[in-house]
C-alpha cells in the first residue's frame, strides 16, 4: 500500500502523472477521490469527481476523512451512496446507531440530498442538480439513493438475513418495470417496442457468449498487465 501522504505530496507538486499511478495501488477509493479532484481544482479544470459505495463503506474511518478533507478543501465532489439497506449481510440498523445517511453530511457542513434510488428519473434530475451545485459551489455535495439489492451479495451468501418477501416487496418497485411502465403510460414506449428490445438484448449477449467461449485463452505473459505499475522518481 502506497501512503497516501505520499499521493498528496505528489498531486501537491504538480506531478499528475506519479499521482495517478500510484493511486492505482491504494486500497481505498474515497481517499483517492479527493486526491483526483484536488489536482483538477489546482489545475483549475471545471470537472466534477463522482464517487460511488455502498452504505457499509461509510462506516470507515477512511470514509470520513475523504469527507472532512472535501469540505474542507472545498474539493469538487459528488459523493454517491447506494444505500440498499445491507452492507453484505449486516442490516443498516444493526450496524449503525445513525440511519440517517444525510446527517452524516451535515456533520461538515455539506449540502445533501436524498433520493428514491428506484427511480430512474428521480436519479437522473438528482444527479444533474448536484451536478449543478457543485460546479456552482465548487466544494462536494452527498448524495444517497435509497435502492435495494435483489439477489445475494455473494454465490457464497445464503440470504439467512432478510425474508423472501421483503425482496418479493422491493422487486415490484424494480426501476426497469417501473420505468417501462412509465414510457408506457406516456405513449413512448409499446409493449411491441419492450418485446423487440428484449429480442435484441438477449441476442447481444449470446453473441457475446459465443464471442468468448470461441476466443483462446490469454497468454500467461499478460496476467499482470495493467495491474502493477512500477513508478521511479524523478
Excluded at 63 to 74: D, I, T, V
Aim: hydrophobic residues 45%.
Amino acid at each position: 500500500e502506497v501512503p497516501l501522504e505520499v499521493i498528496e505530496n505528489a498531486a501537491r507538486r504538480g506531478e499528475w502523472a506519479i499521482a495517478r499511478e500510484l493511486r492505482r495501488v491504494s486500497p481505498t477509493a474515497t481517499p483517492n477521490i479527493r486526491i483526483v479532484s484536488l489536482a483538477d481544482r489546482m489545475l483549475g479544470r471545471e470537472r466534477v469527481t463522482a464517487c460511488f459505495f455502498g452504505e457499509g463503506a461509510m462506516a470507515e474511518g477512511a470514509f470520513h476523512e475523504a469527507m472532512n478533507l472535501a469540505a474542507l478543501w472545498k474539493l469538487p465532489v459528488m459523493f454517491c451512496c447506494e444505500n440498499n439497506g445491507y452492507a453484505m449481510g449486516t442490516s443498516l440498523e444493526r450496524s449503525q446507531s445513525q440511519t440517517d445517511l444525510c446527517a452524516r453530511a451535515a456533520n461538515y457542513a455539506m449540502p445533501s440530498r436524498a433520493v428514491d434510488g428506484m427511480d430512474v428519473v428521480a436519479v437522473l434530475q438528482a444527479a444533474r442538480d448536484a451536478v449543478a451545485t457543485v460546479r456552482a459551489a465548487v466544494a462536494p455535495m452527498f448524495l444517497e439513493f435509497r435502492t435495494y439489492r435483489f439477489r445475494a451479495h455473494s454465490m457464497f451468501d445464503p440470504e439467512l438475513y432478510r425474508d423472501k418477501s421483503e425482496v418479493s416487496l422491493w422487486r415490484q418497485r424494480g426501476p426497469l418495470h417501473t420505468f417501462t411502465d412509465r414510457l408506457k403510460a406516456q405513449g413512448d414506449f409499446s409493449e411491441t417496442d419492450f418485446v423487440a428490445l428484449e429480442a435484441e438484448v438477449a441476442a447481444e449477449i449470446r453473441d457475446a457468449i459465443d464471442f468468448a467461449d470461441r476466443s483462446p485463452l490469454e497468454p500467461v505473459e499478460s496476467l499482470l498487465r495493467d495491474v502493477h505499475t512500477v513508478v521511479t522518481s524523478r
